[in-house]
């Protein structure tokens, strides 16, 4: 996962090379199928918490039948820095 600044990537994209639009990066398990920010979807973004949503923990959590769960991350991305704060399963709807 990769947090960025969108007006640095704007300017680099403009052809400014100085700037690094690329604030920090933090591993998560295998693919992330979805993701979601506190708020994001809204007007009043808070820009406090990022929900990765993986699509396979198969080596990570003991399966419970015939499906294995899925995992889901929290982390806190409001600062400079971003912290994993969570990390648990999640079952398939």
Known sequence: VVK???ELAIAQF???????????????????GHGYASM???KDADGKYFNSG??????????????????EQILD???A?????SDHTAYPE
């Open 54 to 71: 993986n699509k396979f923990s198969k080596d990570r959590f003991l399966p419970v039948g015939p499906l294995h769960p899925e995992a």
């Open 4 to 6: 960025w600044n969108v």
């Open 14 to 32: 403009k052809g400014d090379k100085t700037v690094k639009p690329i604030l920090d990066r933090a591993d998560v398990h295998y693919q992330p």
């Open 81 to 85: 820095k971003m912290v994993l704060i």
């Open 40 to 42: 994001g979807e809204t």
């Open 77 to 79: 991305i409001s600062g």
